[in-house]
């Protein structure tokens, strides 16, 4: 039996899943989710996640219930066996993004919030307790075979794959993958606290060779503590109950103080998947990659999967982008994700280290590193983008700071205060500019901006609260700076000239003409201003 087709049909409701499906169906589209669970999976799995993720979760929709299923993640120690210190950080409570650098967060909550954000979305179906048994593109659709109640064929003009490590949608693309081969067996252990308790250092690594172990906030009253499993320890034996009470035992948890929620061996991967999409299919968050959790990128790498492909799939949806703009999503997500992957097995070598004399001059560089004042700061899991749609020079390579996540900070405009997202509304392109926009642009242009959905954003002394926008405007010597829905520059622009040609760049970029349809102008979209006129179209 064939059901009637949607606009966007996403397979797995996990976090990934989910974001991706509200970010689509906050636009609009008619977005259909196929869900193998009957019930949401009731454990956390992640623990943590950083400031971009934290905005991108903002957009959709659920950054007041942030607030209460998650924290500041503070401090972050590394310490060698003996409790010698080899690095320490204190995370920022307000970043580059405009929230903390890292939060702390009870998983199980975070997916509750946005449940229930999906479930008011008028336009979301989620269909629980159904299994993806096979795709089949059809060129102008693709035909998903779905096992369960309401299963049959269903039809969608695209499918995505957010299905996890054993992704039947990513089998279907039939792409290869990129392995680093790094892994090791850990032990995770979730508590709940009988107690309130401040533990100082709030986030610990204890880089000991007899065993590499972690204490971390699992957001507010959980904790999680991890242990390395060492050469020749059976694996079936080190997961048991007794094992991880003698485990948590070198922290001074016992079952007086604690509830063990959850435990498990798991073993780590380091891949990533080559290709990630073909035709009408795509795939994001664990179905194209796999890290080890040493930078806490995994589920932050597949928020920024969806934020990226949520508009570009809106775009050509509604027709205002051609199809070719998907070709940009592998681009710049696999870029990204080869970094992190990188970067995790990177602090992995080091925190794993199992042999006492290569231990040793580890410690021996690292604290020598730190009493001289040398050591740098942690390296940013933030990658610019290099390739993809952005403002390119005349060498192909991205034009001044363009393929940078932007920052974000409190403004007053339009009779609103907070933090830009909040003000400018429904997630798009934004125009930062010190210029009024209808002075910068030609008509023909400034209206296939708006058509865009694009919020001209023009500021001043008194609309930037944080002294965050004129200062990266003036750095840039630009008076406008076009920003991606993803929160990505598109590029800058120094004079009027200057940004009808970045916008000529951006149109070139997405297929789509100057042309901005009968009745379109630049009020259709919301020109926010500093003096507090905010209009738009009736």
């Not at 079952?255 to 929620?261: C, I, R, V």
Request: proline share 6%; glycine share 12%; net charge negative.
């Amino acid at each position: 039996m064939s059901r009637a087709g949607t606009d966007v049909l996403v397979v797995g409701y996990g976090p990934v899943g989910q974001v991706t499906a509200t970010l689509l169906a906050a636009r609009g589209h008619r977005v259909t989710v196929v869900e193998r669970r009957p019930e949401p999976y009731p454990m956390p799995r992640a623990v943590s996640f950083d400031g971009e993720s934290a905005r991108i979760l903002a957009a959709a929709g659920i950054g007041e219930a942030l607030r209460t299923v998650a924290e500041p993640s503070r401090d972050y120690v590394w310490t060698n066996g003996a409790g010698a210190t080899l690095f320490e950080v204190d995370v920022a409570e307000r970043g580059w993004s405009g929230w903390p650098d890292s939060l702390s967060m009870y998983q199980p909550g975070i997916e509750a919030a946005l449940a229930a954000r999906g479930a008011a979305q008028p336009t979301l179906r989620v269909l629980r307790g159904h299994r993806v048994t096979g795709l089949r593109d059809e060129g102008g659709r693709v035909a998903v075979t779905v096992d369960g109640p309401e299963g049959g064929v269903l039809t969608a003009r695209y499918v995505v794959g957010c299905d996890g490590a054993n992704s039947i949608v990513r089998d279907a693309l039939d792409a290869t993958a990129t392995d680093l081969r790094f892994f090791d067996d850990w032990l995770t252990c979730d508590v709940r606290l009988h107690e309130p308790r401040r533990f100082v250092p709030n986030n610990l690594q204890v880089c000991d060779p007899a065993r590499p172990r972690t204490a971390v906030s699992a957001g507010p009253g959980h904790r999680r503590w991890e242990f390395m499993r060492l050469p020749g320890e059976p694996p079936d034996e080190f997961g048991r109950t007794e094992n991880v009470w003698r485990l948590l035992a070198l922290f001074g948890i016992d079952e007086s103080a604690a509830t063990l929620e959850r435990h498990a061996v798991y073993t780590f991967q380091a891949r990533y998947v080559d290709r990630w999409r073909a035709g009408r299919i795509l795939i994001a968050g664990d179905a194209a990659h796999l890290m080890p959790p040493f930078a806490g990128q995994g589920m932050c790498s597949g928020f920024r999967d969806a934020a990226n492909l949520a508009w570009k799939l809106d775009l050509v949806l509604t027709g205002r982008a051609g199809e070719a703009l998907l070709d940009t999503y592998t681009d710049e997500r696999r870029e990204h994700v080869r970094h992190a992957v990188t970067m995790s097995v990177d602090l992995g070598r080091v925190i794993c280290q199992t042999d006492p004399a290569a231990a040793r001059d580890r410690d021996e560089v690292m604290i020598g590193v730190r009493e001289r004042g040398l050591a740098a700061p942690p390296p940013s899991a933030v990658h610019p983008l290099t390739r993809g749609l952005i403002a390119r020079d005349a060498g192909g390579g991205p034009r001044g700071a363009a393929g940078g996540l932007t920052p974000q900070g409190r403004v007053r405009i339009g009779g609103r205060e907070g933090l830009l997202d909040e003000v400018a509304g429904a997630p798009g392109f934004v125009l930062l500019t010190t210029e009024p926009p209808g002075e910068l642009f030609d008509p023909a242009l400034a209206a296939a901006l708006a058509r865009l959905g694009t919020r001209f954003v023009r500021l001043d002394a008194a609309a930037d609260l944080d002294g965050v926008y004129l200062p990266y405007l003036a750095r840039a010597g630009a008076v406008a700076a076009l920003v991606r829905p993803d929160f990505y520059l598109f590029g800058t622009a120094t004079d009027r000239n200057g940004a009808n040609a970045l916008v000529e760049e951006l149109l070139a970029g997405l297929g789509a003409g100057t042309d901005p349809g009968a009745g379109t102008d630049l009020d259709a979209s919301t020109d926010l201003d500093a003096g507090g006129a905010v209009s738009r179209s009736s």
